[in-house]
């Protein structure tokens, strides 16, 4: 039977496109910035507030815990686009971070507030973290959606490092835990008020934020950028139906949510797993930041490679995961010094986590590009939010069994290794496909 030629259909793309990317990348900044406000500090907080070890780990885990309307926030995006869903999360970060700013005395109520402060700003993950896709493809043409899709996602990780070099610069550290002479004379109250000054300065920029997206945040462009963008996607009933029974879509799902999952939880407590091996508060700030940084960095060059050499996403994730289950192995040994001997100083702590997190932290775009790919056309908000819903409760299985084992981490340091190398071998067996790249190339052509 021949084949009906289609009249071309060429996108258009307009140059406010990188003003809406800018703000919902500094909407997920400010998530990330809020969320990892105080696994770098925790030395601090214990001292400043009476925070426990469960305080810390609790405060951690109000991340997984948001993502519980996770489904809400995916069928108002698909029902009311950007903009409203947009706003929604803002608001809700705004008034977490105000909760956390409320000058009360009783340090029980006060740390209620802050717990209620982090679980609102774990509320705003679910759009933040799932949304980059579906903006990519509303506002960007099929050969920079990777770029932008890795901006928007990235910029939430490059917000949680920004938490690991604030929060030790600007808290000093209890007595004990430095060998600085200006910090080990440093008392509680001075530690409350640094505390409080970082807790003022999130506020406002949240609130700065707020401010920029409810003045301008459109949900869509007048006209789509390609043909992906403008055909008509599965309805929410139907795109549930079709993720849950779709084999590959379950299998790279997995892939990428367990050793995702469990890194985010183990990057949250870095600090108290890292204060057992002699490490300090600072030290460990400046690995968790430079890990997540490189990620950023790595991350952003690969989907430009992605954009620029198509089809090639599998291969990306296996060079990836074959690194990440590496330097994963190496930094759980060297933790290992009475077993293994090997040599545990600040730079192979340094080097081993460094390229943890920027193997792992750089796979989160391609992986939200080949499930887009993969499960085309229902729509990427869906798409995304089920294997971050995914993610996030592999992190928070692992965070609950913390708050009761956070006396030994050798356990928590091995799910490392064990996560990436069950998600190597899950992407080995996957068959790729470009379902949306392919409607974009040819049908427009």
């Not at 992407?427 to 052509?445: K, M, P, Q, T």
Request: proline share 6%.
């Amino acid at each position: 039977v021949p084949v009906r030629r289609l009249a071309p259909l060429s996108g258009r793309v307009y140059g406010r496109r990188w003003l809406v990317l800018l703000l919902f990348s500094l909407l997920g900044f400010a998530q990330g910035l809020v969320w990892n406000s105080w696994g770098p500090i925790q030395n601090s907080a214990r001292l400043a507030f009476g925070f426990s070890g469960w305080d810390i780990a609790l405060l951690v885990f109000w991340g997984p815990i948001g993502f519980a309307p996770c489904f809400f926030f995916m069928w108002l995006m698909d029902k009311k686009g950007l903009r409203v869903t947009v706003l929604l999360t803002s608001s809700l970060m705004v008034l977490g971070a105000g909760l956390r700013c409320v000058p009360v005395s009783d340090l029980e109520i006060r740390k209620k507030l802050i717990h209620g402060g982090q679980l609102l700003n774990g509320l705003a993950g679910p759009t933040v973290m799932n949304a980059a896709p579906f903006l990519s493809t509303t506002w960007f043409s099929p050969d920079e959606r990777a770029t932008a899709t890795a901006i928007a996602s990235l910029l939430n990780y490059l917000g949680a490092a920004g938490a690991f070099l604030v929060g030790p610069l600007v808290v000093p550290s209890p007595n004990g835990t430095s060998h600085l002479p200006l910090q080990s004379q440093s008392n509680a109250e001075h530690i409350k008020d640094r505390i409080e000054a970082v807790l003022y300065a999130e506020f406002g920029m949240v609130s700065l934020i707020f401010s920029a997206a409810l003045a301008y945040f459109p949900s869509r462009p007048p006209f789509p950028p390609s043909v992906a963008a403008a055909s008509q996607r599965l309805s929410y009933r139907r795109s549930f139906c079709r993720l849950l029974s779709n084999f590959r879509f379950l299998m790279i799902a997995l892939a990428y949510a367990i050793p995702l999952g469990v890194f985010s939880g183990w990057s949250g407590v870095l600090d108290l797993i890292l204060t057992p091996v002699h490490v300090s508060q600072v030290d460990a700030g400046w690995i968790g930041f430079w890990s997540i940084v490189g990620g950023c960095v790595v991350g952003i060059a690969m989907a430009r490679f992605a954009d620029f050499i198509r089809g090639m996403l599998k291969f990306i994730l296996l060079l990836l995961f074959s690194g990440a289950t590496l330097a994963s192995t190496w930094f759980t040994l060297t933790c290992l010094t009475s077993v293994t001997h090997l040599p545990l100083t600040t730079a192979t702590l340094y080097t081993s986590c460094i390229l943890l997190g920027i193997f792992l932290n750089s796979s989160v775009p391609i992986f939200f590009e080949l499930f887009v790919e993969t499960v085309y056309p229902v729509p990427e908000g869906i798409t995304c939010g089920v294997v971050t819903f995914l993610s996030n409760v592999f992190m928070g299985v692992l965070l609950f069994f913390l708050t009761f084992y956070h006396t030994e981490f050798s356990w928590f340091n091995w799910c490392l290794p064990g996560s990436c190398l069950l998600s190597l071998l899950l992407i080995l067996c996957f068959r790729e496909s470009y379902d949306r790249l392919y409607l974009d190339v040819v049908v427009s052509v």
